[in-house]
RNA sequence: AGCGGGGUGGGGUAGCCAGGAUAUCCCGUCGGGCUCAUAACCCGGAGACCGGUCGUUCAAAUCGACCCCCCGCUACCA
């Protein structure tokens, strides 16, 4: 018997978990507590929701509640959906709690006396009329590269330079609007940089690990360890246990992990053994996982061992299966259905054994994968309802109605069946040992197949009529396979594999038949309850997306704009900074430098993409984009303006005759826009393969919207787009 | 543009790190069987020059180089 030790990442409660939180860290681990629970291994699983940090008081003062309110209603809702999805834990805890607390503080005391903390005076923004210390998010001001006048105070976020405390300008209190100081403030610092080596060597004998964890880990340390802050300036948290010290807390990234610790001692004394968590975390012999996504790496990999190291004693992780992530891209649903994918609504909608089944057979586990519904459908339908639900339901229900309980068996018939069965439990068992789920679960399913296969080969339909006993004897081997199944999905799918064990007859638990339970001879004369299939399809309907053409250039609002004033920008080589009129002014920032002087820019008629989202480009606001075409691909080397005639008012809309829709875009939708530029003769049909659904009526270099197949010359208002210059056939306008 | 991850029959995928004979599985499609079962199950067929080029090798989807395309993050992309 091992005793496996679990560690779940915790959920922030600071909103409600989704699927990603369900296939990336949460599914994994139960599947594995669930399999070493039935191999009669020792497990005990922790996690909770982590309720600290400043995103949560953000959410708080927005809701105009207190902090606590906030954490204890995601807590709340989060550990429900864990549980309704059948994750069970010996103790899904929070970390604001005083047991918590009392833990973090012991584990600062022992650091600190081994002289691994020490502190250091820092800088801080501090709001005089908020009597507080600001965390770096609550400060806002200009940025003194970009003229920003929104950034914050560690970052701008139109020009990503990052600030030191003070660097930032006319910085301002986001709470109060009033301008905070800056004032020394003393924090607790860890002596990561101290545990470089021995972090090094303890990942040397690493070698399984994921290559993603293994990867990022060494870069990480062979980058080099800093120092790091691990107290913050404000009252939502773990206080620091020493006088002097209020106002102060013990900051997220080094007080949620030490929940691992926590949450085992407070199960211990839950249970009222208050020293069982020792079992775990005193014995080298004990086996340590953590299950994650790939985001939290470095704090299992790298901060977390090196406070276990610093405070000694206990056992460091063995394993952090890192999971990827599940995106969400594609699989438009009707707005019936709704498209959400926070667990509440799914399992709402959804039986819990087939999200769970979904996303086994489709787990992130060594690289991205993407949800999505239509193919949730897919999967269900044919393949879980299909083979594994019809095979468990065509077995039961046959037997139960021909025999109503197990029949004879017949040694002989069994050889091939028994065979397959320990093969595929050995098979399974195998890539479970080493959390390769998602192919578990396929060898699972490959079970289901041979049973299908082996009723079919068997006819028991047929066998009734001709030799009543013979077919027992087939029965009594299929129902072999479904309780082999039965088991073996279990850590899958928990709320199926219980209903089939109860079909079966049987009165204890599968749990107490445990994963070698296939190996027990079936109990001949053991009565069969009436089976109902245990899955049913699900039907969800596809919104059919409806394609008119050029979708991508219908969601751009292209103006004609007139540019007013050209000037240098402050901080880039390449770049101008561009007072516009395109009926209303417009600032933008333009990479033209290179191609024009600001007097040929001066007074120009452009196409401006007037619905891009602001961006700040070095520093400085730019609301749309003007067109150019380029050649330089082609050989060429001009980039050309895109040139609407004088006689175009101001804010003419630049649509081709097509109807545009609205909404800001991203500049990667922008880009997906194709536009070209060719030379083109008048009444011209077709042009590089290309029909031209609007051939011009003059000879000359034309910009084309194009899309499969079709273009449509670029025009505002019946008058088409030139271009201020010659470039090669097929410049790409951007 | 930089970094990371990918491009495998119509769609989705396995295999790639540790190169070898007919390239996996699911869906779809075509034909057949069966009728116990949730129009489910079983058998068979068609369909892939494994993104491209060049190289290493007796042998490449798998190793190397260069290129093209897609996705994510980042950027003096506007």
């Not at 206080?239 to 900051?251: A, F, R």
């Not at 999505?372 to 095979?391: H, I, Q, R």
């Not at 479970?432 to 679960?441: E, G, I, R, S």
């Not at 279990?490 to 007859?505: D, I, K, R």
């Amino acid at each position: 018997m091992t005793k496996v030790f679990i560690g779940v990442a915790w959920p922030y409660a600071n909103g409600v978990i989704h699927l990603g939180h369900l296939a990336g860290s949460l599914l994994p681990p139960d599947i594995f507590r669930r399999y070493n629970l039935l191999k009669g291994n020792d497990v005990l699983m922790v996690s909770g929701s982590d309720q600290h940090g400043t995103p949560i008081t953000l959410t708080a003062e927005r809701q105009g509640v207190g902090p606590e309110e906030v954490a204890e209603t995601f807590h709340r809702i989060n550990s429900k959906a864990i549980e309704d999805m059948g994750i069970s834990f010996s103790l899904f805890t929070k970390t604001h709690n005083p047991n918590h607390t009392e833990v973090v503080h012991d584990i600062f005391n022992v650091l600190r006396s081994k002289d691994l903390l020490y502190t250091r005076q820092t800088m801080q923004y501090f709001c005089q009329a908020c009597d507080r210390f600001l965390p770096d998010r609550y400060v806002e001001g200009s940025c003194p590269k970009c003229a920003c006048s929104n950034a914050r105070a560690d970052q701008c976020d139109e020009c990503g330079t990052t600030f030191e405390v003070g660097e930032i300008k006319d910085g301002r209190c986001i709470h109060c609007e009033g301008c905070p100081e800056v004032r020394e403030t003393e924090h607790f610092f860890l002596r990561l940089n101290e545990f470089q080596e021995r972090l090094l060597s303890y990942l040397e004998g690493k070698d399984h690990w994921r290559p993603s964890v293994k990867t990022f880990t060494r870069n990480w340390l062979e980058g080099g360890l800093q120092d790091r802050a691990i107290t913050r300036d404000m009252d939502w948290g773990v206080p620091v246990p020493l006088d002097g010290w209020d106002g102060k807390v013990i900051y997220v990234w080094f007080e949620a992990v030490i929940g691992y610790l926590a949450a085992s001692k407070e199960y211990s004394s839950l249970i009222g053994e208050p020293d069982l968590w020792e079992r775990y975390w005193k014995d080298d012999s004990a086996r340590h996982y953590y299950f994650l996504g790939k985001d939290n790496i470095p704090f299992h990999s790298i901060i977390w061992p090196a406070i276990l190291m610093g405070y000694g004693g206990l056992h460091l992780p063995d394993e952090i299966p890192a999971n990827e992530y599940l995106t969400t891209k594609g699989g438009k649903l009707s707005k019936s259905r709704g498209t959400s994918i926070d667990l509440p609504s799914v399992l709402a909608e959804y039986h819990p054994d087939l999200i769970r089944y979904y996303l086994s057979i489709n787990m992130p586990d060594h690289r991205d994968s993407e949800f999505s519904w239509p193919d949730f459908m897919t999967k269900v339908n044919n393949e879980l309802v299909a083979e594994l639900g019809n095979y468990y339901h065509r077995v039961l229900s046959f037997t139960r109605k021909n025999f109503g309980k197990i029949p004879e068996a017949e040694e002989a018939d069994l050889v091939e069946v028994r065979d397959e069965v320990a093969k595929a439990f050995q098979e399974t068992s195998r890539l479970l040992d080493d959390c390769d789920f998602k192919k578990a679960m396929k060898s699972v399913m490959e079970l289901a197949r041979f049973g299908n296969r082996y009723f079919d080969s068997v006819k028991p339909w047929a066998l009734v009529k001709q030799d009543r006993v013979a077919c027992g004897k087939v029965l009594h081997a299929n129902l072999e396979i479904v309780r082999g199944l039965a088991i073996m999905a279990s850590p899958f799918l928990p709320f199926s594999s219980a209903e089939v064990w109860g079909y079966l007859g049987f009165e204890s638990s599968l749990e107490d038949a445990g994963w070698d339970g296939h190996r027990v001879p079936l109990p001949v004369g053991q009565g069969l309850k009436d089976p109902v299939p245990v899955f049913r399809k699900v039907e969800i309907e596809v919104e059919e997306p409806i394609d008119q053409g050029f979708s991508d250039f219908r969601r751009l609002e292209l103006k004609v704009g007139e540019i007013k004033s050209v000037c240098d920008h402050p901080d880039a080589d390449k770049l101008y900074v561009m007072q516009l009129d395109t009926g209303e002014e417009r600032q933008v920032v333009a990479g033209l430098k290179s191609h024009y002087s600001p007097e040929d820019l001066t007074g120009k008629k452009v196409v401006v993409v007037c619905n891009l989202k602001p961006a700040k480009l070095r520093g400085v606001e730019s609301k749309g984009m003007v067109l150019a075409a380029d050649d330089e691909k082609l050989g060429g080397e001009g980039v050309r303006l895109l040139t609407p005639s004088d006689d175009l008012p101001n804010g003419t809309p630049v649509d081709c005759g097509l109807e545009i829709g609205g909404g800001k875009l991203d500049y990667k939708d922008f880009q997906k826009v194709d536009m070209k530029v060719f030379n083109l003769l008048k009444g011209q049909e077709t042009v590089s393969g290309m029909v031209l659904e609007t051939p011009p009526d003059a000879d000359s270099n034309l910009a084309l919207v194009c899309d499969d197949g079709k273009a449509r010359i670029l025009m505002a208002a019946d008058v088409a787009i030139t271009i201020d210059g010659d470039l090669k056939d097929g410049a790409t306008v951007r």
